[in-house]
């Protein structure tokens, strides 16, 4: 294998346990990037690029004061849930663009208890929609599952197979939030909290940091026995016909999503297509987004997910392991660091190191996608290679 | 107790009650509220139109919880909201009457109270039941 000058690869991936937490963000966050140097055999003073994100108020560009004044510059990235995916993307054209050796990401959030409060002016909306409670990202997700559902003719029990599944793997995993499994007919007979999604449909703001480290080229094999490449990254936002958080209208007709767009330039991009991934990444804010993206980024038919959930295709033994962390479902939505905790969970899976449940047969091509407001996704294509 | 709106520039007209919306000379797109550019296709002829006052249930859910502020009411009880499809565009708001809908269950516009404030009841628009699904 003969590395190219512009390929970038991930040499080291931490996470912290998510969950709540009692200390400070920048805390939290220095957590995770000295285990990600750790794990990439660096110190501080090695990183020459490096990104953070967040999406509550502290300054991710500030942990310079923790980790030491170095002068490198560091970029900091607020783009909702897609937050991480675009710190990803941030790092890796810093590397390419500077020719740059090693970059550091980071990702971090400790949010408030309970569903997210936005403010209906940061969204350019009359303070009518929130006074009359719209403004509120489960009704969102309802709505959006509700026609869905009807439109592919769904059985709505679906809905629960995706939570059994999401706890299951995290009965596993050592730093999933919530490790209790859950039976289908718990998540379907459990309180509703925005018809047809009950509360083990939806995941949870909570605390939780993640952290990788990148490598340029031929030095990536230097640094790390198995690297593996960021074949690809790809950014997209909506176009007409999509169906976004807080919309007070939509366009009848077509429907399309970010996260379409997202999945297909990032399969085009890396030159593969959904057929030959191996263990997948997509955000389940609720379970109706995992039923939604799994078609959205190619991966399943639309209308095909029951029979492939009910085939067990969606497991560790399955044909495409997904969500094998517990997904946001079990890990709960620290913003700033979810879709970097995605990246982290493919990355260990390919190097065949899964902090959980580890895929059989040495998968060596992997995908995340993360989807956020209002109306962004970015997709990955991550590939195992050997020297 | 006198009857006020949640936002007078949502609406074309209150008796009878209609939505104000924008319709693109452009393209033909039409959003809600009414927008002084289109988001669709870029352009900037756009005039204000009422949009129409019958449509088909086009998404529903039921709010189990009560919305933190900025959200107002004199008491909590779980309401219904819904996507409801006009023809031209496909509007956001109340279904009032239950809480339970049907997909393409056709509705009608009306004024709502959602929270009294003084001596004035402050309504919103929503949309009510005109019979029985398709």
């Given amino acids: ?141 309802a709505l959006k599952i509700q026609r869905y559902l009807h439109d592919h ?28 499994p859950v039976s289908v007919d718990e998540a379907m007979d459990a309180d509703m909290i925005n018809d047809p999604l009950t509360r ?95 078609a959205e980024t190619g991966l399943v038919e639309h209308g095909a997910q029951t029979a492939a959930y009910e085939n067990g295709d969606f497991s560790i033994t399955g044909r495409l392991p997904v969500n094998t962390d517990g997904g946001l479902l079990a890990n709960g939505e620290p913003v700033g660091a979810s879709g970097l905790r995605q990246v982290h969970e493919v990355v260990r899976q390919l190097q065949g190191r899964a902090d959980g449940q580890q895929v059989p047969g040495a998968p060596s091509i992997g995908f995340t996608h993360v989807y956020g407001a209002p109306g962004i996704s970015a997709c990955t294509v991550l590939m195992a290679e050997g020297e | 107790m006198t009857v006020q709106v949640v936002d007078e520039t949502l609406f074309h007209s209150l008796d009878p009650v209609l939505l104000r919306g924008s319709a693109c000379a452009s393209c033909g797109a039409h959003v809600f509220p009414a927008m002084g550019s289109c988001p669709m296709c870029t352009g900037t002829d756009v005039a204000d139109v009422a949009l129409p006052a019958e449509g088909r249930v086009w998404s529903w859910t039921t709010q189990h919880f009560e919305p933190k502020p900025p959200f107002r009411t004199d008491s909590f009880a779980p309401f219904s909201i819904g996507y409801v499809d006009l023809g031209p565009v496909i509007v956001e708001g109340w279904l009032v009457g239950r809480t339970q809908w049907t997909i393409g269950e056709p509705v009608r516009l009306v004024l709502a109270h959602a929270w009294t404030e003084g001596d004035a009841s402050i309504h919103t628009f929503a949309f009510e039941s005109a019979g029985a699904a398709r």
Avoid at chain 1, 240 to 258: H, I, M, N
């Fill in chain 1, 200 to 294: 083990f449909m939806f995941c949870s703001p909570d605390a939780g940091a993640v952290s990788l480290v990148l490598a340029r080229g031929r030095r990536a094999f230097d640094m790390c026995d198995r690297p593996v490449r960021l074949a690809s990254v790809a950014l997209r936002g909506r176009r007409p016909g999509s169906f976004e958080v807080f919309s007070t209208w939509l366009s009848p007709g077509e429907r399309t999503s970010p996260s379409i767009d997202a999945a297909r330039a990032a399969f085009a991009a890396a030159g593969i297509t959904p057929a030959d991934v191996q263990v997948a990444q997509l955000q389940d804010t609720e379970s109706g987004a995992e039923i939604i993206h799994l």
């Fill in chain 1, 1 to 141: 294998m003969s590395a190219r000058d512009d390929d970038v690869y991930i040499v080291g991936a931490a996470r912290t346990a998510f969950g709540r937490y009692d200390g400070e963000d920048n805390e939290l966050a220095e957590q995770a990037v000295r285990a990600a140097l750790d794990d990439a055999g660096i110190i501080w003073s090695d990183v020459q690029f490096a990104v953070g994100g967040t999406n509550g108020e502290t300054k991710p560009d500030n942990l310079v004061s923790r980790l030491g004044l170095t002068g490198l510059p560091f970029v900091t990235v607020k783009n909702g849930c897609a937050t991480g995916g675009v710190a990803l993307m941030t790092a890796r054209n810093g590397l390419i663009a500077d020719a740059a050796d090693i970059a550091c990401v980071v990702g971090y959030d400790n949010h408030a208890r309970g569903a997210f409060n936005a403010s209906p002016t940061r969204y350019g909306i009359g303070d009518w929609f929130g006074q009359t409670g719209m403004m509120v990202t489960t009704s969102y997700f």
């Fill in chain 1, 153 to 180: 003719g769904i059985d709505p029990r679906t809905l629960g197979y995706a939570s059994e599944k999401a706890f299951a793997y995290a009965s596993h995993h050592p730093y999933a939030w919530r490790r209790t």
